[in-house]
C-alpha cells in the first residue's frame, strides 16, 4: 500500500501550533499514516515539544529529491526565521506573519 506524502507546517510559532504538531506527531500512530515532510524553523519546533512536554524523531534534510522517508520518521526542512529577534509567545506580530508567510512559500516541497 502506497502512503500519502504531507507537507506540514507549525502555523503561528507564537501560538499553539508548534506544540500541537508535537503532540499529533508523538504518537507513533500518526507518523505511520503518511511521508511528513516539516516546514519549519528547528528551533521552533523543538521549543514546541519542550512546551507539549514531548517528542518524536525527525531527520533532516535540504532538497526533497534526496529524501527517502523511513516509515514513521518525518522529514524536516529546515525554514531559518529572516528576523533574528525571539518570537514573543501569545502575541501576533508582524514577525511571525512573515514566518508563517514564508515557510509556506518553500519551493522545495
Known amino acids: 500500500m502506497t502512503i500519502p506524502s504531507l ?3 507549525l502555523g503561528d510559532p507564537a501560538g499553539v501550533g508548534p506544540e500541537l504538531v508535537a503532540k499529533v506527531l ?10 511528513i515532510a516539516i516546514i519549519a524553523d528547528k528551533d521552533e519546533l523543538e521549543k514546541g515539544m519542550k512546551i507539549a512536554g514531548c517528542r518524536f524523531p525527525y531527520e533532516e534534510a535540504s532538497d526533497i529529491s534526496t529524501v527517502v522517508f523511513k ?4 522529514v524536516l526542512f ?11 509567545y501569545g502575541v501576533a506580530t508582524e514577525q511571525s506573519g512573515v514566518y508563517m508567510l514564508e515557510t509556506l ?3 522545495w516541497i
Not at 26 to 33: A, E, F
Not at 71 to 74: A, D, I, S, T
Not at 78 to 88: D, L, W, Y
Open 7 to 9: 507537507a506540514l507546517v
Open 26 to 35: 508523538s504518537k507513533q500512530s500518526n507518523r505511520q499514516l503518511a511521508n
Open 71 to 74: 516509515p514513521g520518521v518525518p
Open 78 to 88: 529546515h525554514h531559518k526565521n529572516s528576523h533574528p529577534a525571539p518570537f514573543e
Open 105 to 107: 512559500k518553500k519551493p
